[in-house]
């Protein structure tokens, strides 16, 4: 594969830190990435300070994950300036909204006795995470062997920390608009991702109205018929297409062997031909 553009390192929820992913990409001939971590540049400012082999492109991105009325939308934003005042206001705003949303469903769990843990324990475990959310949750307790009485984990991670489940307090305001114009006041391009995942096109075509600029074509969740439904409706509006594996490393859902299996096949696609200039620039 020549471009995976949807990758996630240990500053959101993947387990492989950012100069483990660039490692990744060369072992597997993947030739252009976009650490696309939830919220968070915080890869790029780790980046800064190490040398990128020559033979990888990286662009700067990052993946808004916003929420409401039990649907999970999830803007990336490629080329993006990650010192911008105005996105980095949003993120800190983002940040303290997701863990105190994640708190608030960890102890409405305990109250209904689901699970006995602590918060402070989750915290504990999760030192440099300015955002915390179900997975840091999940990990912390089986790193303590905590089980949920009749019930897997990841079973009650989809019950009572994914905003898909009507069991799930949603308390986050950032939307998806907001979102897009956040990563457009950055310089940086907006593109759905995975909007197979949704199940709800009206909400697609509203984002495009409102200055969404791609799709996400090309991932995991889409079938063969969402693929190209997805592809004629960016070639059909003038958009960006992308693609990538949603690689977060050992937190992976299902059977996925490495990064690359999923994303853009050569050079050809015009979200890799912006801001030559632009690229990401270690020392």
């Excluded at 471009?3 to 830190?17: F, K």
């Excluded at 993947?30 to 919220?39: A, C, G, L, P």
């Excluded at 980046?47 to 039990?70: F, Q």
Aim: proline share 2%; with cysteine.
């Amino acid at each position: 594969m020549y471009a995976d553009l949807h990758l996630h390192s240990t500053c959101s929820d993947g387990t492989d830190a950012p100069l483990e992913l660039i490692e990744l990409a060369k072992t597997n001939n993947v030739r252009v990435i976009s650490i696309t971590d939830h919220d968070s540049v915080g890869a790029y400012k780790i980046l800064r300070n190490e040398r990128i082999p020559e033979d990888i492109e990286l662009i700067t991105g990052i993946e808004i994950s916003v929420e409401g009325n039990h649907k999970m939308i999830h803007i990336l934003g490629y080329y993006i300036d990650i010192f911008d005042r105005r996105l980095e206001c949003l993120l800190t705003k983002m940040s303290i909204e997701k863990t105190e949303s994640t708190q608030l469903n960890f102890e409405n769990a305990v109250s209904k006795g689901v699970f006995s843990y602590e918060w402070e324990r989750v915290l504990e475990l999760n030192p440099s995470q300015p955002r915390i959310v179900g997975v840091h949750v999940v990990k912390a307790m089986e790193t303590d062997g905590c089980n949920v009485p009749g019930m897997d984990i990841w079973d009650m991670f989809r019950k009572y920390f994914l905003p898909t489940s009507m069991d799930y307090i949603c308390a986050s305001t950032v939307g998806a608009y907001e979102a897009i114009d956040a990563i457009k006041a950055a310089d940086g391009v907006s593109v759905l991702a995975h909007p197979g995942f949704l199940g709800d096109d009206n909400i697609v075509f509203d984002l495009i109205s409102r200055g969404l600029q791609g799709l996400e074509v090309y991932h995991r969740v889409h079938s063969e018929e969402e693929t190209a439904k997805y592809l004629h409706i960016a070639k059909k509006e003038k958009l960006y297409i992308t693609g990538g594996t949603d690689w977060h490393g050992k937190n992976n859902a299902g059977d996925m062997a490495h990064i690359g299996i999923c994303g853009l096949t050569d050079e050809n696609y015009e979200i890799l031909k912006l801001k030559q200039n632009g690229r990401f620039k270690s020392k």
